[in-house]
């Protein structure tokens, strides 16, 4: 391993670290979990929906009206990713097959999937359009500068930091890997921390969906 790797390996560590806090406050705040809770998920139950924002994709403008009315799955990353938004993307596509069964005694009730890339310099709504498309033609690409950002990214607790000082056209970017559920009112109902596992986090979604 590259000694120039070393340092962003502990950044991104102790970033996870700080987000696991994070949630594990706010899950108390909700109160205590249900026993036999898996723990690759854990449930926030917010009861005020997420702050006002205004991102743009593909379609337009993007916003808390988007987020309401169905379940959504929200992921932050960006297009360029070698490795851990891919696999996320994946990891939907999979999850989203088999929560699709037409012949499933409970079907899992609809959602859709939110990409949210960090990267606005590069990743243009056309860009995120043809990005999703590679996935899955339903999936939704949406991006902001860092002010429209903000407000997603502080309340949910999502670390990002481009590594873009020396070059701004070629550079990675580090970034939190949770997928965060969001229940049809707008409100963080559940973060999936990695790694993640498509049959349970299909289970877990039916559980807490069922409750609501």
Request: positive net charge.
């Amino acid at each position: 391993m590259k000694a120039a790797w070393i340092p962003r390996l502990l950044l991104l560590g102790l970033a996870l670290m700080l987000i696991g806090a994070y949630v594990t406050w706010r899950n108390l705040k909700a109160g205590p979990l249900p026993a036999g809770e898996l723990p690759s998920v854990t449930e926030v139950r917010d009861d005020k929906p997420l702050p006002n924002f205004s991102l743009k994709g593909p379609g337009g403008a993007f916003g808390n009206a988007n987020l309401t009315g169905r379940w959504s799955f929200v992921f932050f990353g960006y297009t360029q990713c070698p490795d851990i938004c891919p696999t996320a993307l994946g990891l939907m596509k999979e999850l989203k097959a088999r929560l699709s069964d037409p012949v499933a005694v409970s079907p899992a009730p609809t959602f859709q999937v939110v990409f949210v890339s960090v990267d606005p310099r590069r990743d243009t709504p056309e860009l995120l359009g043809q990005y999703m498309g590679a996935f899955d033609s339903a999936f939704i690409g949406v991006t902001g500068d860092d002010s429209a950002l903000a407000p997603l990214v502080k309340d949910l607790g999502v670390f990002f930091q481009r590594n873009d000082a020396k070059d701004t056209k070629h550079y990675t970017v580090d970034h939190s890997a949770a997928i965060y559920l969001i229940d049809p009112k707008g409100r963080l109902a559940a973060v999936f921390s990695p790694p993640q596992d498509a049959a349970k986090m299909a289970e877990n979604f039916k559980r807490i969906s069922a409750r609501n």
